[in-house]
């Protein structure tokens, strides 16, 4: 079977340096994908790549095996990429219900389907009685919880996530797990980057290990779990970053 | 008292086209986190186009004010495209110098299609002032009013109850991620600077009926008026906008009144001072920016 996305011989870099270099990866139909590594590695670098948010200097980015290298953000999104981006970046000034608004206009709509409300009201009930609120008054495993569902409002094919529980609070950041998990179960494809390495792995079905621009490991979640260099290295490091930033 | 009450509403009719013009400047700010500071000279150059029908063809007055919304939508996107697309995101300050060398460009194009001296404006209709009991009030002002309140109306509706008004908001809250949701940054760039031309190109004709006539000062005049009032608002704040043109509309008919003539921009400048002691994001604008920063925090 042909992935869905795949991405061959990436390189991205800043001025000269470089962030991303030559990665190779692919995301087949209805999987999790998880990309792990630490701060800098040039996760979200690849994410952006793909989004057609930053230009790569190198490399092929395949959709359904054709190539979306060039395209704009805008045209990516219409495609059926969705990046739910870094920090949540949503729109405080504007209502929950407009922020999902801005989502649909990714898929070319200006007002919620049905579906998409239904849906809405279901996957995310802390939210659906605040929709005439301004998004900037939601806590943050609130916003955390408006970015997904904006993302899923442009009915995406292809859910990027980049971080989604950073800065959260374990149970929160937990929940976010779940909500991620049943995603995956309504046949969504999914690209995440995460630092939460033991959650991400519990979830994911493939894993790569990203270093310093280059993927060092990659495999199943069950053999990278298994794998003593990525338990050394992440495992260990993970519960002391988690503490750190939460 | 009267006198008061009469200056008063006079000052909130002719400040109303000082709303329009600080809604340009303020809007554009917002979206690109930049000042065009071709705003004036664009409604110049459409003015110009429209003076010089009515100079060499005397042609219906109605034909006039469409050549001016004509030509100041074309100016508009003539700029963005030259000085506001072509240089790059990160580069505000280059492209605010650029839209200033972009002014005298246009200016001096206006002076071409008309040498400089001053020349008659048509006037809309030739009414008297319309008398309300002891007030009396000029056709002009009136229609300068109602068209200011029209559009502003025209522009809250598209705002919110239009896709490209939530993307425009959108982006002028945070252009990346805007860029993000799938929204084409660039044609919203674009779109924003043929809407604010158009509703210059509305103040612009609404202030030159009522003036009668046309002076090369006229984009300086524009630039001034439209950035003081949208400094006394708050930058990027489109209720701001809306207030600090009224309130300076209202300063110098008062001024004018009491003080005299010469006193009349010495007071806006003033005004304005005291503004920015006071409160120095301007009227509205700490509440939003506040609140933007509130946003960011939080998410
Ligand atoms: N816009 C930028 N300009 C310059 N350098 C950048 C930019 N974005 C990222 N970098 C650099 O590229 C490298 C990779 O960054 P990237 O954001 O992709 O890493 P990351 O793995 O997502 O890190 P984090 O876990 O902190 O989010 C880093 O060294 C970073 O400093
Ligand atoms: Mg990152």
């Known amino acids: 079977m042909t992935p869905v996305l795949e ?72 495609r059926g990429i969705v990046q739910v981006p870094e920090g949540r970046m949503i729109f405080g000034t ?4 407009e922020n999902l608004r801005v989502g649909a206009h990714g898929r070319g709509g200006f007002l919620l389907r049905e579906r998409t409300r239904a849906d809405f009201g279901r996957l995310f009930p802390t939210l659906a009685d605040k929709l005439d609120r301004p998004a900037a008054g939601l806590s943050g495993g609130e916003a955390q919880v408006l970015a997904l569902a904006r993302g899923l409002a442009a009915e995406p094919r292809v859910l990027l996530l980049d971080e989604p529980s950073l800065g959260l609070a374990p149970k929160l950041a937990a929940d976010v797990f779940d909500l991620i998990q049943r995603l995956r179960e309504q046949g969504l494809t999914i690209l995440m980057v995460e630092q939460n390495v033991g959650r991400t792995l519990a979830l994911a079905d493939r894993a790569y290990v990203l270093e310093s621009g280059r993927i060092a490991l990659q495999g199943s979640a069950s053999e990278l779990l298994s794998d003593s260099r990525l338990v050394a290295n992440y495992l260990g490091m993970s519960s002391t970053s988690s503490c750190n930033t939460t | 008292m009267i006198d008061f009450v009469q200056n008063t509403v006079d000052g909130i009719m002719f400040g109303s086209s000082y709303a329009l013009l600080a809604v340009g400047f303020t809007i554009i700010f917002g979206v690109m986190r930049r000042l065009n500071l071709a705003f004036g000279a664009t409604i110049m150059l459409g003015a110009y186009v429209g003076t010089w029908l009515h100079v060499n063809y005397q042609v219906n007055v109605l034909i006039i004010a469409l050549a001016i919304l004509a030509s100041t939508v074309l100016t508009g996107v003539y700029v963005e495209r030259l000085c506001f697309r072509a240089i790059r995101r990160d580069a505000a300050l280059a492209s605010m110098v650029s839209s200033f060398v972009i002014w005298m460009q246009l200016e001096e194009v206006a002076i071409h299609l008309l040498p400089e001296r001053t020349y008659p404006f048509p006037s809309l209709f030739v009414v008297d002032a319309i008398e309300v009991g002891a007030f009396l009030f000029r056709a002009e002002h009136v229609t300068m009013l109602v068209l200011a309140v029209a559009m502003v109306g025209a522009l809250h509706l598209l705002l919110h109850r239009t896709r490209f008004g939530l993307a425009l908001r959108a982006m002028s809250e945070n252009p990346r991620a805007a860029s993000y949701m799938g929204i084409d940054t660039g044609r919203v760039m674009l779109c924003s600077f043929a809407l604010v031309s158009l509703v210059g190109g509305v103040a612009g004709y609404t ?93």
């Open chain 1, 7 to 78: 991405v061959r011989g990436l390189r991205v870099s800043y001025g000269g340096l470089r962030a991303v270099d030559g990665v190779s990866l692919e995301v087949r139909h209805g999987e999790i994908v998880s990309i792990i590594g630490m701060n800098g590695a040039g996760k979200s670098s690849i994410l952006n790549a793909i989004s057609g948010i930053v230009p790569p200097d190198e490399g092929e980015i395949l959709f359904d095996g054709e190539s979306i290298g060039g395209l704009a953000t805008h045209a990516i999104v219409a």
């Open chain 1, 94 to 97: 504007l209502s929950v219900e």
């Open chain 2, 207 to 299: 202030i030159l009926a009522t003036d009668e006539q046309i002076t090369p000062f006229f984009g300086l005049w524009t630039t001034f008026k439209g950035l003081i009032a949208m400094m006394l608002g708050g930058m990027g704040s489109l209720p701001g906008a809306i207030l600090g043109g009224l309130m300076l509309g209202v300063v110098e008919a008062h001024s004018q009144w009491y003080l005299g003539n010469e006193y009349k921009d010495l007071s806006a400048y003033i005004l304005l001072f005291a503004i920015l002691v006071l409160r120095p994001g301007g009227l509205m604008g700490r509440r939003i920016l506040s609140r933007e920063e509130l946003a960011y925090r939080r998410v």
